[in-house]
C-alpha cells in the first residue's frame, strides 16, 4: 500500500501562489494515476489534476487549465501541485491520491489517499 503525505497548504491572498507537495512511500506501479483532489466546504470532493505513470499523460480539471500545474520528481518520488493565479473559489481541503489504474478521474476509483492539507484564498 502507498502511504502519502502532504504539505504546503497555507492562507494566500487572491492572485498569490502555492506550491504542493505529496510525499509517497511505498511501489507506485505503472498502471497507475496520481492525482490532486480538493474538498470545499459544504461540497463534494472533486479532481484537480492527474500525473497518470502510463507514459506520464497530464490532465486538468477545466477550473484550474491554465494556472495549476502537476509535476513529479521521480528520484525524491515526490509530486506538486504548483497554484498560481489562485482565487477564493480554489479553497479547500486538498488531497493526494493514488489509483490502481492508468486513467482515474473519479474519487471512487483511487484506493489511498493522503490526510490533506488545508488551502484558504481570501479576497
Known amino acids: 500500500q502507498v502511504q502519502l503525505v502532504e504539505s504546503g497548504g497555507g492562507l494566500v491572498q487572491a492572485g498569490d501562489s502555492l506550491r504542493l507537495s505529496c510525499a509517497a512511500s511505498g511501489r507506485i506501479f505503472s498502471s497507475s494515476a496520481m492525482s490532486w483532489f480538493r474538498q470545499a466546504p459544504g461540497k463534494e470532493r472533486e479532481f484537480v489534476a492527474t500525473?497518470?505513470?502510463?507514459?506520464?499523460?497530464?490532465y486538468y480539471a477545466d477550473s484550474v487549465k491554465g494556472r495549476f500545474a502537476i509535476s513529479r520528481d521521480n528520484a525524491k518520488n515526490t509530486m506538486y501541485l504548483q497554484m498560481n493565479s489562485l482565487k477564493p473559489e480554489d479553497t479547500g481541503v486538498y488531497y493526494c491520491a493514488v489509483a490502481p489504474r492508468c486513467i482515474a478521474r473519479s474519487s471512487r476509483e483511487y484506493n489511498s489517499w493522503g490526510q490533506g492539507t488545508q488551502v484558504t484564498v481570501s479576497s
Open positions: 500525473f497518470s505513470y502510463c507514459g506520464g499523460t497530464i
